[in-house]
């Protein structure tokens, strides 16, 4: 196994004829799907790799010593503005996002709170934060407004708990 590149957020490794990626900070990093009240919460973040603007589920790579939950208690506030406990936090399974090219296993939570507030986002990345109803949330990935395979993995991964079918 060889480094083919390398930088602060991710290497390219080699391994006999197969390359593939591996990410610093996705074995604790975190994606949070957060319910207020009967919206779901989605960021608005423009992606380089695409020149475009998604919505998302907020996500991030985790720091040195932070538990996953950690990560997605800091990253849910950073990105939204909402400020809840990590044991708050319900783990609800760990995607693969691209399993061919890269090593990353990403745990999904859950939390909800009971109503919604005004707020805005911390980190510069995100230009706005993005309200859904959940009855509508179908409407948006079906008419391609959430393209997003990270969280319609996630959405997916929470509607087939038990009690949520």
């Not at 391609?144 to 996630?154: M, P, R, S, Y």
């Amino acid at each position: 196994m060889s480094i083919e590149y390398e930088n602060p957020w991710f290497r390219v490794v080699k391994q006999g004829q197969y390359h593939f990626v591996e990410e610093n900070g996705s074995d604790n990093g975190a994606v949070i799907l957060l319910q207020a009240a009967e919206y779901f919460v989605f960021v608005r973040v423009f992606r380089q790799a695409h020149n475009s603007f998604f919505i998302e589920a907020p996500r991030g790579y985790g720091e040195n010593g932070e538990s996953p939950a950690q990560t997605a208690a800091r990253e849910l506030f950073e990105e939204t503005g909402y400020s809840i406990e990590s044991n708050k936090f319900k783990h609800i399974g760990t995607i693969q996002p691209n399993s061919a090219i890269l090593s990353s296993s990403l745990p999904i939570y859950f939390v909800s709170v009971d109503e919604r507030i005004n707020t805005s986002a911390v980190d510069s990345e995100v230009s706005e934060i993005v309200y859904i109803e959940k009855d509508k949330i179908l409407n948006s990935i079906a008419s391609g407004e959430i393209t997003d395979g990270i969280t319609i993995a996630a959405l997916a991964m929470h509607w087939s708990s038990p009690e949520n079918r």
